[in-house]
Each structure stands twice: as structure tokens, then as C-alpha cells.
């Protein structure tokens, strides 16, 4: 298990060098002079070129490319081009734990909600707890969860005016991406009473998808000899599911969480803007629409970074579920 992990480890610094060398020649592409775009279309020629010289947009773009990765690898990922004394590493440093509220929230209600239902659809195939969860299920794929999420803020905050509308509530995982332990005597339920409109948003098409897929993994796992041969053991039905179907079953519902997870993490930004929350998907908007490259850079090479690690936990649990994984 520990060479399967470092093998998969080692792959992982390729794959990083081509995705910053992807993200960074990518972001040179936007047809925008940034010099001139800060400075405005009324700044001289030599004020646009003393701009170019002190962003090092003069050098070649390999140069500027090792530069930024050598900066970049020291966690020193630049400042805003149009907030001069903003650091792009503190942003990001603020911004990322709210996101991962919202994401983590969202694949927690995914697990609860779409496990059960999973496992009572597969279990029972073409009954009737099948086709209610089959149908349920294929309209909260079919869901927007934009759509979903105003719907939920005219319901649940301005008809009965239960949950806040807008905002945001400092909670655990703010605490925790700063370095010391959560204070258990913060106020959790303002950090829940804001976030679970956007937990279920984002979570009602994942755990749609995640009870679809779990449905015909056990379907086809319950089909299998070994749990034939558990069953004329005399085992219990709730033992054979849980203990033998459901492990065997669960190599494709864990790339769908984790693949989720990851996305979610990088696709908040309509939710961001409807609840009116701070987060990475914001911050990535502005940036885009400002054309502040060190800002997009840094964004997006932080969401590859999350789907390179969320794909390597998926391929160590798949190694743990399934051992002949380790051998390929």
C-alpha cells in the first residue's frame, strides 16, 4: 500500500508542472495589455512602458513563467495588479475556507441524503421505493441550483423568514486553515443557520447523482457469487449490504463525491453571488472581469491543485477498497 501511495505521489509532480505551465501561458493569452488596462487609455506611451518594465512584462514570457513558478513554489503568489498592496496569497488564504464551508457542507448532505436513498433503490430494484427514488432523483439532477437556491431564499427567508438571506458566519474551518483549533464557544448555529440554504443547493444534484450511481453499483454487486454465498451462510440482509455489496459497490459513488467535491470547490461562484458571500468564486469573477492576471492564475491553479489531490485520495481509497488496484 505505501509504494502504490508514493508511485501515485511521484506522478503528481508532472502533472503539476503542466498545469502551471497550461495556466499560466493560458492567462498570457487574454488579448488585454494589463499595463495599459491599469494605467488607463489616456496614460502616455512611456508611463505604459515604465508599467510593462516594473511588472517584468518586458521579459520573454519563459522568463516571467520561471519567475512566477519560483515564486509560486514559496507560496508567494503575487499582488493584485489594480490593488498594488493586496497579496494574492492572503486573499486566497481568507476566501478558501469559506468556499470549503460551502463545498464541505454541500458533499456532507450529499453523503446523508444520497447514501440511504442508494441503498434502498438498489436493494429493492423495480419497487416502488425504486421508482419514487428514480424519479426524485432524475429531477434533482435536472435542478439548477441556482434556481433551487432562490427558490429556497423565497421560501425559507422571505415568506417565513427562518434562515438569513445573505451573508456569512464565521465558522470551524476559518478557524482551522489559520492555524489553531476551533473555539467551541462560537456561535455555530449562525454559521449553520447561513449555509444550510447553500449546503442544500449545491447538495440536492449531488446526492441525486451520487443515490443513481450507488443504486446500480449495488444492483450489479448483489448479483454477484460472494453474496450468494453470504446469504447461505445465513447472514442478516442488513450484514450482506453494509459489510459485502456496499464495499464492492462503492468504487464508482466515490469518484462521483470526489470528482463533486472538486468541483464544487471551483463552481460556487452563482451561489456566491446569490447569498452575497466572499468566497474563491468572487474573488475569481472580479478578477476575470478586471483582467487581473495574478489573480486568475493563482484562483485557477488552486482549483487544479484541489482536483490533483482529490483525485489522489480517490485512488488511495479505491486502493484500500480493492486491493488489486495496487498492482497496476
Not at 206 to 223: C, H, K, P, T, V
Not at 251 to 265: D, E, I, K
Not at 293 to 313: D, E, G, H, R, S
Request: hydrophobic share 50%.
Amino acid at each position: 500500500m505505501l509504494s502504490y501511495i508514493l508511485r501515485r505521489l511521484l506522478a503528481v509532480v508532472p502533472m503539476l508542472i503542466g498545469i502551471s505551465l497550461i495556466v499560466f501561458f493560458l492567462t498570457h493569452l487574454i488579448p488585454a495589455d494589463p499595463a495599459r488596462e491599469i494605467l488607463g487609455l489616456k496614460a502616455t506611451d512611456a508611463a505604459v512602458a515604465a508599467k510593462r518594465h516594473e511588472l517584468g512584462l518586458d521579459r520573454s514570457t519563459l522568463q516571467q513563467y520561471v519567475t512566477w513558478l519560483q515564486h509560486a513554489v514559496q507560496g508567494n503568489l503575487g499582488h493584485s495588479w489594480f490593488h498594488e498592496t493586496e497579496s494574492v496569497a492572503d486573499q486566497l488564504r481568507t476566501r478558501l475556507p469559506i468556499t470549503f464551508d460551502m463545498a464541505f457542507g454541500a458533499l456532507v448532505f450529499t453523503i446523508v441524503v444520497g447514501l440511504p436513498l442508494g441503498l434502498i433503490a438498489g436493494t429493492r430494484p423495480q419497487g416502488v421505493a425504486d421508482r419514487l427514488i428514480t424519479f426524485g432523483t432524475s429531477a434533482g439532477i435536472s435542478i439548477p441550483d441556482f434556481w433551487l437556491a432562490m427558490m429556497l431564499v423565497v421560501v425559507l427567508a422571505v415568506h417565513h423568514n427562518w434562515l438569513p438571506s445573505v451573508g456569512y458566519s464565521s465558522g470551524p474551518f476559518d478557524q482551522i486553515f489559520y492555524g489553531y483549533i476551533w473555539d467551541s464557544s462560537a456561535n455555530i448555529g449562525a454559521w449553520i443557520s447561513h449555509l444550510t440554504m447553500v449546503w442544500i443547493a449545491l447538495g440536492v444534484p449531488g446526492a441525486a447523482s451520487f443515490a443513481r450511481q450507488l443504486r446500480g453499483a449495488i444492483i450489479d454487486a448483489m448479483e454477484q457469487d460472494y453474496i450468494r454465498t453470504a446469504r447461505a451462510k445465513g447472514l442478516r440482509g442488513r450484514i450482506v449490504v453494509l459489510k459485502h455489496a456496499l464495499k464492492n459497490a462503492s468504487m464508482v459513488p466515490v469518484t462521483v463525491l470526489g470528482l463533486q467535491f472538486a468541483y464544487l470547490l471551483g463552481g460556487t461562484v452563482v451561489l456566491e453571488r446569490i447569498f452575497s458571500i466572499g468566497g474563491l468564486g468572487t474573488y475569481m469573477l472580479s478578477a476575470l472581469s478586471a483582467k487581473d492576471i495574478p489573480v486568475v492564475q493563482a484562483v485557477t491553479l488552486l482549483v487544479a491543485l484541489t482536483f490533483i489531490v482529490v483525485n489522489l485520495c480517490v485512488d488511495i481509497l479505491y486502493a484500500y477498497l480493492n486491493p488489486k488496484v495496487r498492482l497496476g
